[in-house]
C-alpha cells in the first residue's frame, strides 16, 4: 500500500481516513488516480484542494465502512468497491456491524490492488460475468462456506472475529489466516475463470506450471482431508491446502503473490533499507523500486526474503506472529512468476 499525504499539510495519511489527523481537512480515495484528496471542510460541496473537481463520498461513508469518492456527477451511489456487496449483514445487530466494518477495510485494500494491476472489475450488479461479494452469518453449520462460485465471493462475518479466526487457524494447523488472505485467495478463483479458463494457450501453460485441473475436484479434496498433504510439499507449494488440487494451489499462489507484492510495495514508499549485522549481504535491502512497475519477478522475490527477515524480527521482539511465516521454494517462485507474466500481458494489451 501507498503512503498518502494530506493536500493542505502534507502529513501522511492511511488509505481508510476520511479526516488529516492533523489540520483537520476532510479527505476520501479517489480510485481513478490512485490517491487520496483532501477538501476544505468549511466547504459544504467536497471540492478538491488540488484540482477543483467536485466529488461525493461513497454513500457507505453514512455506516464510516469507505472514504471513496465519487465524481458528483456520476449517478452513482456507491464507489467501485461497495458496489460489489450484493449481501450485507443486519446491520441492527452491532456484532454483525463491527464485523462488517472489519471486512470492509479487507475488501477495499484488495480492490486497491486489483485496480494497481490493472485487473477488470465489473460489479455482478451490472454483468452477469462480474463480481459480486457476499458478506454472510452462517444459520446453520455446514450451510454457508467462505468461498468463490460463479464471480460470488461468500466471507462468513464470524471469519471477522479474531476469536473465532485463531481458533480455526490452530485447528486447521494453519501458520496464517487473514480476511485479507481470504479474500485474495477467493479472488483469485474468480480470474482463473476469468483469464485462463477460456483461453487454451495459456491454460496449457497452467496446466504445465500447476498441473492439470480436470481432476476430480471433490475427489482431490476428499483425500486431502483424509490424508493430508505430502511429506515433501514444501518443495512444490506455498502451503499444504495448495497440495489438495490444481484450483487451491492457483489460488493459494495468487493470494501469496498479492501478499508479497503488497509488503514490497509498502517497504517502497517507506523506503526501507536494511544492511543487518553479522549476517551476509544476502540479506541486505534496499527497495527501490515499485513492484508493480517491474518486468522480472526475481527481483521481487529476491527483496521479499530479507524484508520479511527483518520484520519478522521485530515482530518477534514484540512477541506477535511473523508477518511472512513462509519459504517461497523455487518451483513456488516459478508459479508466482506465471502469474505475474500473465498480469503483465494483460496490462500490456489494454494499453494497446
Ligand atoms: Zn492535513
Ligand atoms: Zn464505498
Ligand atoms: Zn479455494
Not at 311 to 334: E, K, L, Q
Amino acid at each position: 500500500m501507498k503512503i498518502f499525504e494530506c493536500g493542505h499539510c502534507h502529513y501522511a495519511l492511511f488509505f481508510e481516513n476520511n479526516h488529516c489527523e492533523n489540520c483537520g481537512h476532510l479527505c476520501g480515495y479517489d480510485d481513478i488516480g490512485h490517491k487520496i484528496l483532501t477538501f476544505d471542510p468549511e466547504n459544504a460541496a467536497l471540492i478538491s484542494d488540488r484540482n477543483h473537481n467536485v466529488y461525493k463520498y461513497c454513500k457507505n461513508k453514512e455506516y464510516d465502512v469507505c472514504n471513496w469518492l465519487i465524481p458528483v456527477e456520476d449517478s452513482a451511489d456507491f464507489c467501485s468497491a461497495c458496489q460489489l456487496n450484493r449481501t450485507i449483514p443486519n446491520l441492527s445487530q452491532k456484532k454483525n456491524f463491527e464485523n462488517w466494518r472489519t471486512l470492509e477495510v479487507g475488501k477495499h485494500r484488495l480492490i486497491y490492488q486489483l485496480h494497481k494491476l490493472h485487473l477488470p472489475i465489473v460489479s455482478k450488479h451490472q454483468d452477469e460475468q462480474g463480481l459480486a461479494f457476499d458478506f454472510v452469518v452462517s444459520q446453520e453449520p455446514g450451510q454457508l462456506m467462505t468461498g468463490h462460485a460463479n464471480g460470488i465471493i461468500t466471507i462468513l462475518l464470524r471469519e471477522a472475529d479474531s476469536v473465532f479466526r485463531e481458533q480455526t487457524r490452530i485447528q486447521l494447523l494453519e501458520p496464517y489466516r487473514t480476511l485479507i488472505g481470504h479474500m485474495r485467495h477467493e479472488v483469485g478463483h474468480y480470474f482463473w475463470d476469468r483469464l485462463i479458463s477460456n483461453d487454451e494457450k495459456i491454460l496449457a501453460e497452467f496446466r504445465l506450471t500447476f498441473g492439470d485441473e480436470r481432476h476430480d475436484y471433490s475427489e482431490s479434496l476428499k483425500q486431502y482431508y483424509e490424508k493430508g498433504a505430502p511429506e515433501e510439499w514444501q518443495q512444490t507449494f506455498i502451503s499444504k491446502y495448495a497440495s489438495s488440487h490444481p484450483w487451491e494451489d492457483w489460488a493459494e499462489t495468487w493470494a501469496h503473490y498479492l501478499h508479497i507484492m503488497d509488503m514490497v510495495e509498502t517497504a517502497y514508499y517507506f523506503g526501507i533499507k536494511a544492511n543487518p549485522k553479522g549476517t551476509t549481504k544476502s540479506m541486505n535491502l534496499d527497495v527501490s523500486f515499485d513492484p508493480y512497475q517491474v518486468l522480472n519477478f526475481d527481483s521481487v522475490i529476491q527483496t521479499c526474503v530479507p524484508l520479511s527477515f527483518a520484520v519478522n524480527s521485530i515482530n518477534r521482539a514484540m512477541g506477535v506472529p511473523d508477518v511472512y511465516p513462509f519459504v517461497i521454494s523455487s518451483a513456488v517462485a516459478n508459479k508466482m512468476k506465471f502469474i505475474h507474466h500473465l498480469l503483465l500481458s494483460i496490462k500490456r494489451r489494454d494499453k494497446n
